[in-house]
């Protein structure tokens, strides 16, 4: 079935600091994809998002480029905030399936 | 403001006792949705709706049911809740049923059953 895969573990890095998290993804069809960020207390919100291949999303300072060859959306900041900190998750919404696919997420710290 | 809402946003009860989760939009939203979050499981599916009176059950259905009377409510209802049904629920809506458009969450209810 459609799935989102985000790589394990959380993030810890300092203010200024690069980051990437990957994603990638499994669909039948052609689907968009997201990136939901989560802030501590709050629910998620949209933060970019790509609808089809080759397309960029970016918002924020962040970006991710919809790889079809690849099937990967990896989310990247060059330099990051202590505000960045919060748990970011890749989607998948395709239609017909009724529902995003959620990756598990990834918590994201960065250290002043 | 376009919203979604959510109440109680914590809830501490016990085992067996009945208890409702509301949802509100005010975006006259087609969509809606119930998530529960878990350490190490990310979001699941617990039922959506894509409109007044049709319902349908999502990944993780199982000791929930939801209704769907008018478009702008969606509570959560958990009959006899369980300890696994310990938590943190979100609710989401968006427009026409497309999951490729922008899903607008809650801001979360924590729920712990003891």
């Known amino acids: 079935g459609d799935s989102v895969t985000q790589m394990e573990g959380p993030v810890t890095l300092s203010e200024e600091a690069f980051l990437t998290i990957n994603c990638t993804y499994t669909?039948?069809?052609?689907?968009?994809l997201f990136w939901y960020v989560q802030y501590p207390g709050e629910g998620l919100q949209l933060l970019l998002k790509?609808?089809?291949?080759?397309d960029k999303g970016s918002n924020k300072g962040f970006e991710a480029t919809y790889r079809k060859e690849t099937t990967s959306f990896h989310l990247e900041k060059g330099s990051v905030q202590v505000s960045d900190s919060a748990v970011y998750f890749c989607?998948?919404?395709?239609?017909?399936?009724?529902?995003?696919?959620f990756g598990k997420g990834n918590q994201v710290v960065v250290i002043p | 403001e376009a919203q979604v809402t959510q109440n109680p946003r914590y809830l501490i009860t016990v085992t067996g006792k009945k208890l409702t989760v509301t949802c509100s939009q005010n975006?006259?939203?087609?969509?809606m949705s119930w998530y529960r979050q878990d350490p190490g499981l990310g979001l699941r599916q617990i039922y959506y709706?894509?409109?007044?009176?049709?319902?349908d059950k999502g990944d993780v259905p199982e000791g929930y049911k939801v209704s769907r009377k008018e478009k702008r409510n969606f509570p959560l209802i958990l009959e006899s809740p369980s300890p696994n049904q310990t938590s943190l629920y979100f609710c989401?809506?968006?427009?026409?049923?497309?999951?490729?458009?922008?899903?607008?969450f809650g801001a979360g209810t924590r729920l712990s059953v003891l």
């Open positions: 989401a809506s968006s427009s026409w049923g497309d999951p490729r458009n922008i899903q607008y």
């Open positions: 975006m006259n939203h087609e969509y």
């Open positions: 709706s894509m409109n007044v009176e049709v319902t």
């Open positions: 669909a039948t069809g052609y689907p968009s």
């Open positions: 790509a609808t089809k291949a080759d």
């Open positions: 989607a998948l919404g395709l239609l017909g399936n009724n529902r995003l696919a």
